[in-house]
Protein backbone atom coordinates (compact mmCIF):
# COMPACT_ATOMS: atom_id res chain seq x y z
CA UNK A 1 0.00 0.00 0.00
CA UNK A 2 1.49 3.51 -0.86
CA UNK A 3 2.20 5.69 1.99
CA UNK A 4 -0.14 9.07 1.45
CA UNK A 5 3.84 10.66 2.33
CA UNK A 6 4.71 9.19 -1.48
CA UNK A 7 1.73 11.17 -3.21
CA UNK A 8 2.40 15.00 -2.24
CA UNK A 9 4.62 17.37 -3.90
CA UNK A 10 8.23 17.83 -3.12
CA UNK A 11 9.73 21.48 -3.52
CA UNK A 12 11.95 21.62 -6.12
CA UNK A 13 11.01 18.93 -7.34
CA UNK A 14 9.03 19.27 -10.85
CA UNK A 15 5.56 17.73 -10.76
CA UNK A 16 5.92 16.18 -14.43
CA UNK A 17 9.02 14.71 -15.27
CA UNK A 18 10.44 16.63 -18.57
CA UNK A 19 12.61 14.17 -19.83
CA UNK A 20 9.05 11.61 -20.08
CA UNK A 21 6.94 14.35 -21.63
CA UNK A 22 9.78 14.94 -24.10
CA UNK A 23 9.73 11.21 -25.27
CA UNK A 24 5.83 11.46 -25.12
CA UNK A 25 5.69 14.45 -27.32
CA UNK A 26 8.14 12.97 -30.18
CA UNK A 27 6.27 9.49 -30.45
CA UNK A 28 3.11 11.54 -30.47
CA UNK A 29 4.43 13.49 -33.18
CA UNK A 30 6.10 10.85 -35.17
CA UNK A 31 2.96 8.47 -35.33
CA UNK A 32 0.67 11.53 -36.69
CA UNK A 33 2.83 12.17 -39.39
CA UNK A 34 3.69 8.96 -40.15
CA UNK A 35 -0.11 8.69 -40.65
CA UNK A 36 -0.32 11.90 -42.51
CA UNK A 37 -0.94 11.07 -46.61
CA UNK A 38 -1.83 7.24 -46.29
CA UNK A 39 -5.07 5.49 -47.83
CA UNK A 40 -6.38 2.61 -46.83
CA UNK A 41 -5.98 -0.22 -49.47
CA UNK A 42 -7.43 -3.63 -49.81
CA UNK A 43 -5.00 -6.45 -49.50
CA UNK A 44 -3.81 -8.26 -52.63
CA UNK A 45 -5.85 -11.34 -53.45
CA UNK A 46 -4.65 -15.09 -52.83
CA UNK A 47 -5.10 -17.33 -55.82
CA UNK A 48 -6.96 -20.31 -54.46
CA UNK A 49 -4.58 -23.56 -54.04
CA UNK A 50 -5.60 -26.84 -55.69
CA UNK A 51 -6.60 -29.33 -53.32
CA UNK A 52 -9.64 -31.43 -52.52
CA UNK A 53 -12.78 -29.76 -52.15
CA UNK A 54 -13.68 -27.52 -49.14
CA UNK A 55 -16.25 -29.24 -46.79
CA UNK A 56 -18.56 -26.82 -44.81
CA UNK A 57 -17.24 -23.43 -44.42
CA UNK A 58 -16.15 -21.68 -41.11
CA UNK A 59 -16.63 -17.83 -40.41
CA UNK A 60 -12.92 -16.76 -40.30
CA UNK A 61 -11.28 -15.79 -37.01
CA UNK A 62 -11.08 -12.53 -35.70
CA UNK A 63 -8.82 -10.54 -36.53
CA UNK A 64 -7.82 -10.17 -32.31
CA UNK A 65 -7.49 -13.90 -31.94
CA UNK A 66 -4.81 -15.44 -33.65
CA UNK A 67 -5.21 -18.70 -34.87
CA UNK A 68 -1.84 -21.34 -33.95
CA UNK A 69 -1.72 -22.24 -37.95
CA UNK A 70 -1.64 -19.09 -39.97
CA UNK A 71 -0.65 -16.54 -37.01
CA UNK A 72 -2.00 -13.08 -36.83
CA UNK A 73 -3.99 -12.06 -39.90
CA UNK A 74 -2.53 -9.08 -41.73
CA UNK A 75 -4.55 -6.00 -41.17
CA UNK A 76 -5.32 -3.42 -43.97
CA UNK A 77 -2.22 -2.42 -46.41
CA UNK A 78 -2.05 1.59 -46.74
CA UNK A 79 -0.35 3.00 -49.38
CA UNK A 80 1.12 6.71 -49.95
CA UNK A 81 -1.72 8.84 -51.32
CA UNK A 82 0.25 10.46 -54.70
CA UNK A 83 0.72 14.89 -54.25
CA UNK A 84 -1.50 16.29 -55.68
CA UNK A 85 -0.29 19.40 -58.23
CA UNK A 86 -0.44 22.69 -56.59
CA UNK A 87 -3.20 25.15 -57.95
CA UNK A 88 -1.02 27.44 -59.65
CA UNK A 89 -1.22 31.29 -58.13
CA UNK A 90 -1.50 34.20 -60.92
CA UNK A 91 -0.21 37.66 -59.86
CA UNK A 92 -3.04 40.43 -59.64
CA UNK A 93 -4.02 42.79 -62.14
CA UNK A 94 -2.19 45.71 -60.65
CA UNK A 95 0.99 44.14 -60.97
CA UNK A 96 1.14 45.38 -64.27
CA UNK A 97 1.29 48.79 -63.13
CA UNK A 98 4.58 50.28 -63.26
CA UNK A 99 6.02 47.53 -65.69
CA UNK A 100 9.24 47.83 -68.29
CA UNK A 101 8.43 46.92 -71.38
CA UNK A 102 10.45 44.08 -71.26
CA UNK A 103 8.51 43.20 -67.55
CA UNK A 104 5.46 42.76 -69.40
CA UNK A 105 7.07 40.96 -72.63
CA UNK A 106 8.21 38.38 -70.37
CA UNK A 107 4.79 38.08 -68.40
CA UNK A 108 2.61 37.96 -71.25
CA UNK A 109 4.82 37.31 -74.47
CA UNK A 110 4.69 40.04 -77.25
CA UNK A 111 1.36 42.50 -77.21
CA UNK A 112 -1.06 41.49 -80.53
CA UNK A 113 -1.35 44.70 -81.50
CA UNK A 114 1.49 48.04 -80.88
CA UNK A 115 0.66 51.61 -81.60
CA UNK A 116 2.62 54.61 -80.32
CA UNK A 117 0.85 57.91 -79.70
CA UNK A 118 3.18 60.27 -77.99
CA UNK A 119 4.26 60.25 -75.12
CA UNK A 120 2.65 56.97 -75.10
CA UNK A 121 2.53 53.30 -76.13
CA UNK A 122 -1.11 51.26 -76.50
CA UNK A 123 -0.37 47.67 -76.53
CA UNK A 124 -3.34 45.12 -76.40
CA UNK A 125 -3.72 41.73 -75.54
CA UNK A 126 -6.57 39.82 -76.44
CA UNK A 127 -8.19 36.01 -76.80
CA UNK A 128 -11.84 35.18 -77.45
CA UNK A 129 -13.50 36.18 -74.30
CA UNK A 130 -11.37 40.21 -73.72
CA UNK A 131 -9.07 42.71 -74.40
CA UNK A 132 -6.09 43.99 -72.03
CA UNK A 133 -5.24 47.34 -72.95
CA UNK A 134 -1.63 48.93 -71.83
CA UNK A 135 -0.61 52.48 -71.82
CA UNK A 136 2.84 52.63 -71.29
CA UNK A 137 4.57 56.34 -70.73
CA UNK A 138 7.98 57.59 -71.52
CA UNK A 139 9.90 57.89 -67.80
CA UNK A 140 11.08 61.24 -67.83
CA UNK A 141 13.04 62.90 -71.15
CA UNK A 142 14.16 59.55 -71.52
CA UNK A 143 13.24 56.28 -73.87
CA UNK A 144 12.41 54.25 -70.97
CA UNK A 145 8.42 53.63 -70.70
CA UNK A 146 6.71 51.93 -67.75
CA UNK A 147 2.79 50.73 -67.76
CA UNK A 148 0.75 53.87 -66.17
CA UNK A 149 -2.84 52.65 -66.90
CA UNK A 150 -4.57 49.50 -68.24
CA UNK A 151 -7.85 48.81 -68.70
CA UNK A 152 -9.93 45.38 -69.48
CA UNK A 153 -13.22 44.76 -71.64
CA UNK A 154 -15.21 42.19 -73.18
CA UNK A 155 -15.07 41.00 -76.50
CA UNK A 156 -17.66 39.56 -78.79
CA UNK A 157 -21.13 39.70 -78.54
CA UNK A 158 -22.03 42.47 -76.90
CA UNK A 159 -19.87 44.32 -78.78
CA UNK A 160 -17.64 45.39 -75.76
CA UNK A 161 -19.91 47.31 -74.27
CA UNK A 162 -20.41 44.44 -71.15
CA UNK A 163 -17.59 44.25 -68.88
CA UNK A 164 -15.08 40.93 -67.90
CA UNK A 165 -13.35 41.20 -64.69
CA UNK A 166 -10.02 42.19 -64.70
CA UNK A 167 -8.82 39.12 -62.86
CA UNK A 168 -10.41 36.70 -64.94
CA UNK A 169 -8.97 38.53 -68.49
CA UNK A 170 -5.61 39.00 -67.23
CA UNK A 171 -5.64 34.95 -65.64
CA UNK A 172 -6.90 34.11 -68.91
CA UNK A 173 -4.40 35.44 -71.04
CA UNK A 174 -1.45 34.70 -68.64
CA UNK A 175 -3.04 30.78 -68.93
CA UNK A 176 -2.62 30.94 -72.86
CA UNK A 177 0.61 32.55 -72.58
CA UNK A 178 2.14 29.91 -70.79
CA UNK A 179 0.35 27.58 -73.17
CA UNK A 180 2.02 29.03 -76.08
CA UNK A 181 5.33 29.06 -74.23
CA UNK A 182 5.14 25.09 -73.55
CA UNK A 183 4.66 24.26 -77.30
Same mark, same amino acid.
Request: net charge positive; proline share 15%; hydrophobic share 30%.
Given at each position: ?? $??? =? #? ?13 ? #? ?8 ? =? ?8 ? %????? %? ?7 ? %?????? $? ?5 ? $? ?13 ? $? ?6 ? =???? #? ?13 ? %? ?55 ? =????? #? ?10
Amino acid at each position: MT $SLT =A #LTHTPGRPLINPEIT #LKAAVILAAL =ALSACGLTET %PPPAT %PPTPGPTPG %PTMAPP $SASTPTP $STGPRPGPVLAARPP $SAPKRQYP =ALST #LSGMTPDQVIGLLGP %PRFKRRDNPAEIWQYRNKACALDLFLYRVGNGNDFRVRHFETRMRGPGGGQEKITGK =ACFTG #LLQEHENRRRG
